[in-house]
């Protein structure tokens, strides 16, 4: 089996592209990247096989999906305030992007397609915990895009036949995640600070609300969904329904630590959702044997997999 994974030189298509490869008839794994947001070394040692081109690139993905059994599509430009900042941009790679995957996809032949949404979708609508039934109402621009990355690739289920899935992402953290930059994360932001020993910056009071999900079950998951063929006509949302503020996780974190980092409020962000917690009553239908990961855990691994890099070690 040939699985594709565009941004798959980033931190989840990095750890997704290693659970594949341990899959019994997975035997080719590509990661298609142009970089922008992945990391060359994410791939060192894995035995998956980089491309470097744009999904932006119609001849770039049809040579690389030539004779795939599955795309798993994470190619993105990531970031809320990315996208207040550059609208066009995050439209370029997100809407349209998706469109040149599915279109690639069609003319491979139909290929199987996953692809990453984006819990940010729910946006305005307060309901909680958040169902896929939901109405939708995006606040940013980058939750725009990750709107139209779905309804396209639903679309194309409907319109073409294409078997795709599509699901809502939430907060996804752990080892390879990169900090260190304007649009970091809020976990390896933390975790960055807390090991450099200067204060944890949070938006607003700190009580805002999230679905935490750890990287290590997201690849188990899309990884069930590409190597049984798993295909729906409707989002899923992959988050186990946790609802921890930012407070929490600093307390979390601070456990794991063994220490209380030093903790510095500023002002909070345009286009950030208050609240974000999902319901997994359909991810649990599709994938009955999926056990996540606690955050704890997540964090203990997240800060062991930092104090491996070079400069976090004393």
């Known amino acids: 089996m040939k699985v594709v994974i565009t941004g798959g030189a980033g931190f989840i298509g990095a750890n997704l592209g290693r659970e594949l490869l341990r899959r019994p008839g997975v035997d080719s794994v590509v990661a298609f990247d142009n970089l922008t947001t992945g990391f060359r070394n994410n791939l060192e040692g894995t035995g998956i096989e980089l491309v470097e081109a744009t999904i932006l690139d119609p ?3 049809d040579e690389a999906c030539d004779g795939a059994d599955a795309i798993v599509h994470l190619a993105a430009l990531p970031s809320v305030p990315r996208s207040v900042i550059d609208p066009i941009a995050s439209h370029h790679s997100n809407a349209t992007g998706t469109l040149e995957v599915l279109q690639a996809a069609r003319r491979a032949g139909g290929t199987h ?3 990453a949404s984006s819990s940010s979708v729910y946006g305005a609508n307060r309901e909680l915990p958040k169902r896929e039934s939901m109405r939708t109402a995006p606040i940013s621009p980058y939750a725009v895009s990750k709107q139209a990355t779905e309804a396209y690739t639903i679309a194309f289920g409907h319109t073409y036949g294409l078997p795709t899935l599509a699901f809502r992402f939430f907060n996804v953290y752990g080892p390879l995640q990169a900090a260190g930059h304007a649009y970091a994360a809020v976990v390896p932001a933390f975790v960055d600070a807390a090991l450099r020993g200067v204060p944890l910056s949070v938006h ?5 609300t999230r679905d935490f999900t750890y990287v290590g079950t997201v690849a188990r998951v899309l990884a069930d969904a590409v190597t049984n063929q798993v295909a729906d006509l409707d989002p899923v949302n992959l988050a186990f329904g946790t609802r921890t503020s930012l407070n929490g996780l ?3 974190l601070s456990l794991v630590l063994g220490a209380s980092p030093t903790v510095e409020h500023v002002e909070p962000r345009a286009g ?14 599709l994938f009955p044997d999926v056990k996540p990961v606690s955050l704890r ?3 203990r691994a997240t800060v062991d997999w930092f104090r491996t890099l070079p400069d976090y070690q004393r």
């Open 59 to 61: 001849a770039a993905l």
């Open 113 to 115: 397609v996953v692809v």
């Open 204 to 208: 607003g009071d700190g009580e805002q």
């Open 250 to 252: 600093i307390d979390e």
């Open 272 to 285: 950030d959702v208050r609240d974000s917690q999902a319901d997994n009553s359909r991810l649990l239908s």
């Open 297 to 299: 855990d997540g964090l």
